[in-house]
């Protein structure tokens, strides 16, 4: 099968033989492409430069997309459940990262939407980050103009913050870790 459609269950077999970029989640098949817009990648890169810069000291990594991110029931990633690629990852345990990417759930992922993925990352990746203990998960959303913060309490995002023009983005997870909001989505 060189592609999946958008009608079929599929496992992580079958997403070994997909061309292209494709995420898994609850056995649909998520295609990757288009390429993401310019301000996608520009915020992606002001992020990605922010998240090293303030970790470089610390034992944790931060990998941008394509980069894939393993999560599975059992703890047995010869054959997970769910393949996603965030557009940031930030790992923490060094244990959890394989020549293919990462095993179990990085201490912070950040998605910066698009139109075409925004229903998928409010929705399927919210709930698929939430159960498999993502400790924190930034939605950026340059289209409203917002970054939403959500942090792990008990199992489940309670902690929701929403940042706006003119206010640092905190993070919970790190809390010495400030980016001003117009570094990210600057107003035209």
């Known amino acids: 099968m060189a592609k999946p459609d958008n009608k079929g269950i599929y496992n992580f077999q079958d997403w070994l033989t997909w061309e292209g970029a ?13 390429a993401p817009t310019s301000m996608h990648q520009f915020i992606v890169g002001e992020l990605h430069f922010s998240l090293r810069t303030f970790l ?4 944790c990594y931060v990998f941008v997309a394509p980069f894939d991110v393993y999560f599975s029931e059992n703890e047995q990633y010869d054959t997970p459940d769910h393949v996603v690629q965030p ?39 919210f709930n698929l980050y939430q159960k498999y203990g993502v400790n924190e998960y930034w939605i950026v959303d340059p289209g409203n103009q917002t970054v939403h913060v959500y ?6 995002y309670q902690d929701r913050r929403l940042y706006t023009e003119g206010q640092m983005i905190q993070s919970k997870q790190f809390p010495e870790l400030a980016i001003p909001f117009h570094q990210l989505i600057r107003l035209e």
């Open 22 to 34: 494709w995420e898994l989640i609850n056995g649909k098949a998520y295609n990757m492409s288009p």
């Open 56 to 59: 470089q000291n610390q034992k």
């Open 87 to 125: 557009d940031l990852s930030v790992i923490c345990s060094k244990d959890q990262i394989t020549k293919n990417g990462c095993h179990g759930a990085p201490s912070l992922i950040i998605e910066v939407l698009s139109p075409s993925t925004a229903l998928k990352d409010f929705n399927e990746k």
């Open 151 to 156: 942090t792990l309490e008990d199992g489940s």
